[in-house]
């Protein structure tokens, strides 16, 4: 057994005897040492051990130490010990697990056929179906990974525990899963993001309240989002509350006119094709940066969003010269450093005839490296 499992058996065994009707297995014989206790009613306060913190959808939850992260992964893979919840999607790459990491992921939906009922447990009065603790050697990540499963057929929610420190580091986690009923997990977002996106606020409001919670929205101004799109919660998805509690919903919001509507940046490389010169976000260029090059760099802006494809500039002074590249995809917005000396360049889009300025960056073009 791991040290940082051994830390926290005390915290977990007294968990353990905290469930409604003890882990009663209708197919295998339990340790003695996990106690019955009586059923809490919906309104019973149950809290999670000190250290830990309870992470679940609908009434289903499990208690992971407090220190754990919230999907901390790369390509879907934990990178650190951490909570997987309302991850929708997933960069599609290799990336190896770390030694020593545990994680466990909380997902919806029915039960799949790749999951076998090895056997079932009661917690809380709810059915639980586990499915074996089972451990391979991963090539790529160079380690042992145990995985683990449990499905409640009534909340149709799974945990998914994996560990690369052992076999009963998973376990540990599964027998951990608890019934709040008093308590619901905070609704996630990230479908309506991907599947409703400009509709995802009103969307995720819905959801929210549906399950009880009160709501109120704050904004804020992300230039090239469509305005009422979700982007963060408060209390985060997974997080156990009370139903009437608030949930504060921050969203993009719609911006003050046409020039809101689109980001704008600016990239630059040296004479030899080397990208380790200047680049400018989009509130840089709103704000009238000041960038230094040397002769034979080139730089160009690009946009995103809408009127994106009515992105133009103008530019003064010697110091730079309109682009002559035949395939240059950012022409009309894309020059090379001449000569030393200082130009400036005023970014504009075109909307119902009409120029719209972006903003001003002055350039300063030193001699050749």
Known sequence: MSR???????????????????????TATMPAAV?????PSASADVRPPAGYRFVGIGHAAVAVPGVWATNKAHCGTPTADTVMIDVYAVDSCLAPRPAGVESVELLTGERGSDFVVDRTLTVDGVEVQRQATTCQDDEFSKVSICSGRAYLPSEQVHF???????REAVDAILDAIRILPGQRGVPGFSAFQN???????????????????????????????PAGFVLAADPAPGTMAHPGDLVTVTASGAGEGPADELTVEMNSHDAKGQYDTPTLTDQQIRDGATVTLHVGDAIWAFASGKYEATLAATFDGAALTASTWAQDPNKGHSWVAAKPGTSTVTLTITVGGKK???????VVVQPAR
């Open 4 to 26: 940082k499992l051994a830390l926290a058996a005390t915290a977990l065994a007294a968990l353990a005897a905290l469930a409604v009707s003890g882990c009663s297995d209708d």
């Open 35 to 39: 106690p019955s206790a009586s059923v």
């Open 160 to 166: 998914q525990a994996a560990s690369s420190t052992d």
């Open 195 to 225: 599947e409703d996106q400009e509709r995802s606020q009103q969307s995720y409001l819905a959801d929210l309240e549906a399950a009880g919670f009160r709501t109120e929205v704050r904004t804020e101004l992300h230039r090239g989002m």
């Open 356 to 362: 719209v300025e972006l903003g001003t960056v002055t």
